[in-house]
């Protein structure tokens, strides 16, 4: 009996574990999304939907954990009343924080003039390696309010690298045979 409840019981651990259940994938072609959050120490949820953004738009019902595959630059990216600051975490593996905010843009919901905004808006880019990537975010600071994030696929030049991993392995044989002879 004992056997049965922890033959049953170790699958189940093993699905728990094994990450969110309800990640919503999101594309890495640089859209952006949108997320909304309570005021400091909350976690991100799905977008506020209150006023959609502008140069370009975001998706505003894509629900966190955002996830992807494959290496990507994640930009996070602070709007409307450039007071919030964000801690990213990928796997619930702390990744790093965007920038400090300082209060006074005007850029609203515009994600363009944010972007060229560096001084008022809070901002973070983290290079993200191969694998696959689960995003959740928690505000540090700041009011309650909307924020974007993107994902850019990074390329990988794997031909490349095995053409010259094949190079210097056929230049060391070709030394080895000519320092033999």
């Avoid at 006023?51 to 996070?76: E, I, K, M, Y």
């Avoid at 905004?117 to 928690?138: N, P």
Wanted: aromatic share 10%; hydrophobic share 45%.
């Amino acid at each position: 009996m004992k056997f049965a409840k922890l033959a049953l019981l170790v699958p189940a651990l093993m699905l728990l574990s094994s990450g969110p259940l309800f990640a919503s994938p999101i594309t890495t072609d640089g859209a952006w999304y949108e997320f909304g959050f309570a005021g400091p120490g909350s976690f991100a949820t799905v977008g506020t939907g209150t006023s959609a953004t502008t140069n370009p738009t975001s998706d505003q019902d894509v629900a966190p954990p955002w996830t992807f595959s494959g290496p990507a630059t994640l930009r996070v990216l602070d709007l409307f009343l450039s007071t919030d600051q964000f801690r990213i975490f990928d796997n619930a593996v702390l990744v790093g924080d965007t920038s400090l905010p300082v209060n006074g843009g005007g850029c609203f919901n515009d994600i363009g003039c944010a972007l060229a905004d560096s001084r008022h808006y809070s901002f973070g880019s983290f290079a993200l390696g191969a694998g696959s990537h689960s995003i959740t975010i928690q505000q540090l600071e700041g009011t309650q309010g909307a924020a974007v994030l993107s994902a850019m696929a990074e390329d990988v030049p794997e031909p490349a690298s095995m053409s010259l991993l094949s190079g210097a392995l056929l230049g060391l044989g070709l030394l080895r045979r000519y320092r033999r002879s």
